[in-house]
């Protein structure tokens, strides 16, 4: 892993191409209305039986203003009371879903994501904890791995210290750029001493790891710009870093037409800030772990992968891909065993589904065995970059080469341009192709229409 990453700029323009991120496969783009809620209470019914670990991932859509660059799932509201009844819509959810469990499905993992969680209140946060609490078995010995989305504008010394009583150790920090013109251009305007005095509780109050999620690509960046935030990221040390491409989709993502065309980098300039943030993490001693994410080598990510043991679930990377994912709010996506399923994305229909005592379960699938070929393929390629082709026919009775004949041809061209090292026994994704793991790992995917390009951000 000392050379996990090398800069290829031939190789990228070569391969670099719009295309999904792959926290699973198939991806949501796939999910179809024919499976609801009986179907998620049946797998929910095996998960029990089966006596499955959990991960929960609660969506809590609230923001007090709107970024424009933003694509979540959020609802922007001044009014704090607006969240209370989708507190009590998100508390039902909880009750119908928990009963299907069993107290012995130990929750080793848990997200409140966004949005930003922190809109709630003090006693709303409790609350909500006390009711999770009450229907899972939540892992209350520190040992669990329970992170949260922090906007360092909507949370202060207080609200660390309540969140490290609720349980939580990690949290993930929105930063994006620290540039004032940048920050004014999304309308997200945050000082750099916001975030470092939440970096600063939360250390002091031992939360295990911090992450800050940054963006290139942003109105009014430049490559010397955003080196400089990429510095003063490092010197703040967190464990984690991310730094993904800003897609402009304004006819997906209303907010984002408020952002000017005219004012985005170019795409030669968005590759040179890549190169520099990776030249630069690198040189700190941060390593590439996959798909924007860089960590600290004694990070349980980085070791993870350097045991390969690394996964990758709806969460993103994680240690925790063996448990069984259920997923709470508005929009949430669940997986438990080969089923997928999504809540519905509207927040009125969300809420008048458990407002009748109905899970609000609208789309999903079901992943066949060609499914589950495919996606252990490139679960193994995005997390080890290697596959050994033993593994697949050991696990599912297939010959890796017979079952992917028509892959093989790709797969010897990205060879031979110097992608990937492909032998008889495994294909590994070589240094200079690392940044171009979502690149390869399209060539497994059968699902993709016959141009991507017109469904897809670019990848960098």
Known sequence: ???????????????????????????????????GSFDLLHALRSSRQAAR???????????ADICYHCQRNKVIAKDRGRALPYLTRLEKEIELIGCHLSPEQVVEQLHFGGGTPTFLGHAELRRLMSHLRKHFN?????????SIDIDPRAADWPTMGLLRELGFNRINIGLQDLDPDVQRAINRTQTLKQTQTVIEAARTLQFRSIQ????????????????????????????????????????RYMAQRKINPAELPTQPN??????????????????????????LPDDELAMAQEDGALQRS????????????VGLGVSAISQVGDLYCQNNSDITLYQQSLGQGQLATIRGLRCSEDDQIRRYTVQALFCNFELRFDEIE?????????????????????????LIQLNADAMTILPAGRLLAHAVCMHFDHCLPPRPASRFSHAM
């Open 270 to 295: 968005k590759l040179t800030m890549l190169q520099h943030s990776v030249e630069q993490l690198t040189r700190a001693g941060y390593r590439y772990i996959g798909m924007d994410l860089f960590a």
């Open 394 to 418: 050991s696990i599912f009775g297939v010959s890796f080469k017979s079952y992917f004949e028509q892959t093989w041809p790709a797969l010897e061209q990205m060879a031979a341009d110097g």
């Open 212 to 251: 800050i999620d940054l963006t290139y690509g942003l109105p009014l960046q430049t490559p010397e710009r955003f080196a400089h935030t990429i510095a003063a990221v490092i010197a703040l040390q967190p464990e984690r870093v991310s730094v993904a491409s800003y897609a402009h989709l304004p006819e």
């Open 314 to 325: 709806f969460h993103g990377y994680t240690t925790h891909g063996h448990c069984d994912l």
């Open 1 to 35: 892993m000392l050379d996990a990453i090398r800069w290829d700029a031939d190789l990228i323009h070569r391969y670099d191409q719009d295309g999904p991120r792959y926290t699973a496969y198939p991806t949501p783009l796939q999910f179809n209305c024919k499976l």
């Open 53 to 63: 670990p959990l991960s929960l991932y609660v969506h809590l859509p609230f923001c």
């Open 138 to 146: 939540l892992q209350n010995d520190d040992h669990g791995d329970f």
